[in-house]
């Protein structure tokens, strides 16, 4: 008895279930019944078709029975027969033999791409000479790649046809930018500098340095494209600079190391290692290959990139030197520091004699600020520092390095903010950033503000003008923005 409740159990789970099955059965045999006579009389559809070729019913619903699968292969005899009968599709009989011509498979898309995680897309896009396949998979991908890195060594390497009609001629007054050109928005971190190459064939090509631990050079006379980027850094690139040949660049990191690059291969010269996080950097005048590495350290460190190592060390006892200036002929340079003593700022301004690392002078700038960035004049008799006072000082160049006291350049706010400034090529003009955002050009023997730029959203940490082209200028903003004015 209890194996026959247990079936009983088990075959009953809904007697109306069944009831639909036998009514399925019963619906699906009439159906077949009807197809087969239908097909049999004469004047049908089929007539004429061979009937030499039976196959045999396998559907583990209805009887075994034999049909032509010929008409089960012509669509519109089936539809013919469908109408007929009307007949549902789901009540014909099917068969695992012949397949069935009514379900169809789409067809697949032709050309289907592949996904490309969004780094990589952005990688590609940005950079024009980073390694691997291109975003949209075709044939001749590695084509189009080599086309494209060899275009831009030709642009790192070639004079620009915007560049080349002022090459020669006599420097003139540097106009004011006043619209926008190009906007360059591929960093993915605040933009620390911008900078033209010195070298007047290649002036075409802007430097830019971020914390998103890359250097990039752009074509920012013409098309605005990014060239190269140099990604040798671990940490943020704090500072970077044109060798004045404008064939290398030199780029110190928050990694500690400082590194110089050639710029037409892209790859690394030489790469030393301070025991700090180097945030400023400055080449010899008169010897390129020897620059100097400062940052969070009481010293200021001499390397000779020809042998890999540091010849002098400049021991200034403070915590943080903020900016390298070289003066003229390379045989002093000046060094800005974060110290800053209750009464007076001793320190905050230090003379060097580079030859024989000695302390010229500590008592340049008595005034309680910091300088984030210093300038040198071009025709060399004087340098301008920022202060964190919201102005611009003026100092003598020559020894005892004096401040003009009745001159300094006012209206830009620093609040903080490393703010940069530079002297046009013929001097006439200097350019100051804003923490908000605006661009200050200055002139220098009135000191008097010529004309406000309004430049980015957020702090304008640093403004660059060309050295040939008369009225462009590159600014750079703590948004990871860059711009080209005209």
Not at 387 to 392: D, E, K, L, P
Request: hydrophobic share 30%.
């Amino acid at each position: 008895m209890a194996s026959l409740s247990l079936v009983a159990y088990e075959d009953s789970d809904s007697d109306e279930e069944s009831v639909s099955n036998n009514d399925d059965v019963s619906s699906t045999l009439k159906s077949d019944s009807a197809v087969k006579q239908f097909l049999e009389r004469p004047g049908s559809c089929t007539t004429g078709f061979s009937e030499d070729r039976p196959c045999t019913n396998t559907s583990p619903v209805g009887p075994s029975w034999q049909f032509t699968p010929t008409v089960w292969q012509e669509p519109q005899l089936v539809d013919n027969c469908k109408a007929a009968l009307q007949i549902p599709s789901h009540a014909l009989p099917q068969n695992t033999v012949c397949p069935n011509p009514i379900k169809r498979l789409a067809p697949s898309p032709a050309g289907v791409r592949p996904y490309i995680p969004k780094r990589q897309r952005l990688a590609q896009t940005d950079d024009c000479v980073t390694p691997g396949s291109s975003v949209r998979s075709n044939p001749n991908a590695g084509t189009s790649t080599i086309t494209s890195q060899a275009s831009c060594s030709k642009m790192l390497s070639e004079v620009s046809e915007r560049v080349c009609p002022y090459l020669g001629q006599k420097l003139g007054r540097m106009e004011l930018p006043r619209r926008s050109l190009l906007q360059l928005q591929a960093h993915q971190g605040p933009v620390n500098t911008v900078q033209w190459c010195p070298a007047p064939h290649t002036s075409h090509l802007l430097l830019s340095a971020s914390m998103d631990r890359t250097v990039k050079i752009w074509d920012g006379a013409e098309s605005g494209r990014c060239l190269r980027t140099i990604s040798t850094h671990s940490g943020a690139v704090r500072d970077a600079c044109w060798s004045p040949c404008g064939r290398r660049l030199l780029s110190g990191s928050f990694d500690t190391t400082a590194t110089l690059t050639d710029v037409e291969t892209g790859s690394e010269v030489v790469k030393v290692g301070n025991q700090f996080r180097v945030t400023c950097l400055a080449l010899q005048p008169a010897d390129p290959d020897v620059f100097l590495c400062g940052g969070f350290s009481p010293e200021v460190k001499a390397w000779d990139a020809r042998s890999s190592k540091m010849v002098r060390t400049y021991k200034a006892g403070i915590q943080q030197t903020l900016d390298i200036l070289f003066l003229s002929g390379g045989k002093e340079f000046v060094t800005s520091s974060d110290s800053v003593s209750r009464d007076s700022a001793d320190r905050t301004l230090i003379a060097w004699d580079f030859g024989t690392t000695a302390k010229v002078s500590n008592q340049i700038f008595q005034e309680r600020y910091t300088c984030p960035s210093l300038a040198l004049h071009p025709e060399g008799e004087s340098f301008v520092a920022q202060t964190n006072g919201n102005y611009i000082g003026i100092f003598s160049a020559q020894r005892p390095y004096r401040m003009n006291k009745k001159r300094r350049f006012e209206g830009h706010k620093v609040e903080g903010y490393a703010i940069q400034c530079e002297f046009s090529r013929c001097g006439s003009l200097l350019a100051s950033g804003s923490s908000t955002g605006l661009a200050h050009f200055y002139d220098h023997q009135s000191s008097r503000t010529l004309h406000t730029l309004r430049a980015h959203q957020e702090a304008c940490v640093c403004v660059s003008l060309h050295p040939v082209l008369p009225s462009v200028a590159a600014t750079c903003d703590w948004s990871g923005e860059i711009k080209i004015w005209q």
